[in-house]
Nanobody, 121 residues
Framework: QVQLVESGGGLVQAGGSLRLSCAAS????????PGWYRQAPGKQRELVAA???????NYADSVKGRFTISRDNGKKMVYLQMDSLRPEDTAVYYC???????????????WGQGTQVTVSS
């Protein structure tokens, strides 16, 4: 059984910072290209940031220069540092990770339960 648990969300004023964490646990052989997504009320879920095994990062245009994704393979953790937050960043943020549970298993995508980020103006 694999689980992803996000933490670090909350209420912050515009211009403030938050750091989201995503902890993977269970039977994990390898973690592939984790990413952070968000979904605001009435909107589709969108990719915010992703990071490859080699450390290459990819960001949505709306967060470039403000958000930083990172990973700690040893601890099976993924982070999203969010600076200069804006009211339009308000959303539920989800961690998604491709996980192989054994050397012969194919990668399967897992999702966390989401953490609410609210930015007040």
């Amino acid at each position: 059984q694999v689980q992803l648990v996000e933490s670090g969300g909350g209420l912050v004023q515009a211009g403030g910072s938050l750091r989201l964490s995503c902890a993977a646990s269970g039977r994990i052989f390898s973690i592939n290209s984790p990413g952070w997504y968000r979904q605001a009320p009435g909107k589709q879920r969108e990719l915010v940031a992703a990071i490859t095994s080699g450390g290459t990062t990819n960001y949505a245009d709306s967060v470039k220069g403000r958000f930083t994704i990172s990973r700690d393979n040893g601890k099976k953790m993924v982070y999203l540092q969010m600076d200069s937050l804006r009211p339009e960043d308000t959303a539920v943020y989800y961690c998604s990770v491709g996980i192989r549970t054994s050397p012969i298993a194919t990668s399967k995508d897992y999702w966390g339960q989401g953490t609410q980020v609210t930015v007040s103006s």
